[in-house]
């Protein structure tokens, strides 16, 4: 004998395997609202240019670098900076550097073994309180510079150069009022740069 089935079963057995997902209590739902998140803060890494051997350990090719003009306009691209490398962003160490003879506070930055530079000196007091507070969570490098390219918009169409290597042989057919002639591409080499992002806990959790 098959066993009584009340009104409510009949309505589980009607959903979907989603909708039988118990829904969160009010409360559950109340406290993971009200859960404090993470905040982000950045510091930028004095002297990197002068270690421009170290960032090259942590460099790898950007594909997109070696796009076409053609494929940078398809992908749109516009407005965007494109370095022809990418640098790993982990793991980030900071170490206390004492017996510095330019400053006692320094702080060094290490990223995946390699030393990249310095804390900048006005923000040393603040990075060193973080770390004796424990509020951090988690250190991302952000790495860039180099030879990069820029596809913008050519909003008075004029004339403009364009290299040999950056123009498909397709590119020479294509009439006046093609969006090829909309764009310039960019091309040069910029400073190298890096800044520390630090994943916080909230003050007072």
Do not use: W
Not at 59 to 68: I, K
Not at 113 to 120: A, D, P, S, T, V
Not at 147 to 175: Q, T
């Amino acid at each position: 004998m098959e066993p009584t089935r009340r009104p409510e079963d009949e309505t589980q057995l009607n959903k979907t395997p989603e909708e039988q997902v118990k829904a969160p209590e009010p409360q559950e739902a109340a406290q993971a609202a009200s859960k404090p998140r993470p905040v982000f803060e950045t510091h930028n890494v004095a002297g990197v240019n002068y270690r421009v051997d170290n960032l090259m350990q942590l460099a790898s090719e950007n594909p997109e670098y070696h796009m076409s003009k053609t494929e940078l306009i398809e992908s749109g691209m516009e407005g965007q900076c494109i370095y022809r490398y990418d640098f790993l962003s982990q793991p980030v160490e900071l170490i206390d550097e004492p017996d510095n003879p330019y400053d006692p506070k320094a702080i060094k930055v290490v990223v995946a073994g390699q030393h990249i530079g310095y804390i900048k000196r006005g923000s040393t007091g603040r990075v060193r309180n973080l770390r004796k507070s424990g509020r951090i969570i988690k250190i991302y490098a952000e790495i860039g510079g180099g030879s990069y390219k820029y596809l913008r918009y050519n909003e008075d169409g004029s004339d403009y150069d364009i290299d040999d290597d950056d123009v498909d042989e397709n590119d020479f057919d294509v009439d006046d009022d093609d969006e090829m002639t909309e764009y310039e591409l960019e091309k040069g080499t910029r400073n190298y740069f890096a800044s520390l992002e630090f994943c916080l806990r909230p003050e007072g959790e």
